[in-house]
């Protein structure tokens, strides 16, 4: 596969999310991808507990690792040498970190005029600029916590998703300005935050409290767009999300699962009158859901076209035939010697799936490659 970013030279100073999934994708698109870490150990991520323990593996692969103590002198001196032969600095340090090391935009300018200097922030300059913030910080203080738990209980979100479209952004600002580049010779200085993706991710929910005057209701208390689009149980006791979003998806519900008498009640003919009455068709439908398998409830919403979904855990997802099937997941070797299913990014070119073509590097893995090529 011919890839967009094969030449481009990339320096990645970051750590935990935000900075190594921007990095990542670079990687995936072709670019040489070089992670300056701590010495000794490295990136500390690495050896995050619980919930963290995925954060390494899943978005450090494509990569290699140079090792460096930015105070030591005579390290962050090779570190600026290095990024005069980068095209893309991608860095999520505190504001003011990077300036303190002589690393910020206008320092790094006036030696190699053509980088790409990509900052990842909490928020973007202003009032909340120098603010310490997390994905859990701007989830709250952005209203996706209070939208996604019950009233009452805001809950973070079950994913870091503003840390990965964080970094997202990230790289749709690098890819805007490497193509400036390739006409004016110039680079940019392009900056992503968490805040502002957050208010991105909500802005449907802004724009409904302003077009009807209502406070917006938490997704488990909303108003309901449609009577059938919600959890069911099976004869198991499994869950399954089951819907009918259009009048002929209800009438098609209706006949799979014998719903006779909501069918011919001409007072559920329209989907208004159906949310009406939204608790007794829920009644209805799961008392005929209750009797079925959840492989038979599966079946049946298939061969009729009605959108369904077991819930699964994250775990279930490494056995899921269709990510199997399509190459979705790609083995990935990690330092200690385990190989692990990794999910690639959810796109293709020309229907092929981007390539992995480095496993997740151990710390200081290629720091004498590169300093090699740096003639030290």
């Not at 202003?126 to 997390?134: E, I, S, T, V």
């Not at 005929?288 to 398998?293: N, R, Y």
Request: net charge negative; with cysteine.
């Amino acid at each position: 596969m011919n890839l967009s970013l094969e030449g481009i030279r990339v320096i990645e100073i970051s750590h935990m999310v935000m900075g190594p999934s921007c990095g990542m994708i670079l990687g995936d698109l072709g670019a040489e991808v070089i992670k300056v870490e701590p010495r000794g150990a490295g990136d500390k991520t690495r050896y995050l507990p619980g919930s963290g323990a995925g954060l390494f593996p899943t978005y450090n692969r494509n990569k290699k690792s140079f090792q460096a103590d930015l105070d030591d002198p005579a390290d962050l001196e090779v570190v600026r040498e290095l990024l005069g032969t980068a095209d893309v600095l991608v860095e999520n340090f505190r504001t003011g970190k990077m300036a303190g090391y002589g690393l910020d935009r206008a320092t790094l300018k006036e030696t190699n005029p053509g980088l790409v200097y990509c900052s990842l922030k909490g928020f973007l300059p202003g009032p909340y600029g120098d603010r310490a913030a997390l994905d859990e910080v701007v989830q709250m203080l952005g209203g996706l916590g209070y939208m996604t738990g019950p009233p009452g209980r805001p809950l973070r979100a079950g994913a870091s998703v503003n840390d990965i479209m964080g970094g997202m952004f990230g790289v749709i600002g690098i890819l805007n300005a490497l193509m400036v580049r390739s006409r004016t010779g110039e680079g940019a200085e392009v900056t992503s935050s968490l805040f502002e993706n957050n208010a991105f991710l909500v802005g449907s929910h802004m724009v409904q409290s302003e077009v009807t005057g209502l406070e917006v209701q938490p997704m488990p208390n909303r108003e309901a767009a449609w009577a059938v689009y919600d959890i069911f149980r099976s004869a198991e006791d499994q869950m399954i999300f089951v819907a009918a979003v259009s009048d002929t998806q209800w009438a098609v519900l209706c006949e799979v699962f014998g719903l006779t008498e909501l069918a011919a009640d001409p007072a559920l003919a329209s989907n208004s009158e159906r949310v009406a009455q939204r608790g007794r068709i829920h009644t209805v439908l799961q008392d005929a859901l209750a009797e079925l398998p959840i492989e038979s409830i599966e079946q049946m919403c298939d061969a009729a076209g009605l959108p369904y979904a077991k819930v699964n855990a994250p775990s279930d997802l490494a056995e899921d035939p269709h990510l199997l099937r399509t190459g979705a997941l790609v083995p990935t070797r990690i330092p200690d010697g385990t190989e692990v299913l990794v999910p690639r990014l959810p796109l293709t070119v020309d229907g092929e799936l981007l390539p992995k073509r480095r496993d997740v590097p151990a710390p200081g893995e290629h720091t004498a490659e590169i300093l090699a090529s740096l003639g030290r």
